[in-house]
């Protein structure tokens, strides 16, 4: 996360002003998140429905199992 401070609003000397920063930073950051979460749901959504469907399986696949002891 990025910040520059000129865009940071200037704080006073308490305590409880700083609590109220920190939780207002911490909003932004969670809201991005989940805008970012939300964009590669859709994405992945989107993706998943262009795919070719997967080739079936033969029978045989699987029968025959080297095992090196």
Do not use: C, F
């Not at 704080?11 to 939780?23: D, H, I, P």
């Not at 930073?25 to 429905?49: C, P, R, T």
Request: net charge neutral; glycine share 10%; hydrophobic share 45%.
């Amino acid at each position: 996360m990025n910040i520059s401070g000129g865009s940071l609003p200037a704080m006073s000397g308490t305590a409880q002003s700083g609590e109220v920063y920190s939780a207002a930073l911490a909003k932004k950051q969670q809201q991005a998140d989940g805008a970012a979460a939300l964009a590669l749901i859709e994405g992945a959504a989107s993706s998943s429905a262009a795919q070719t469907p997967a080739k079936s399986v033969t029978a045989s696949l699987g029968n025959n199992v080297n095992v090196y002891v």
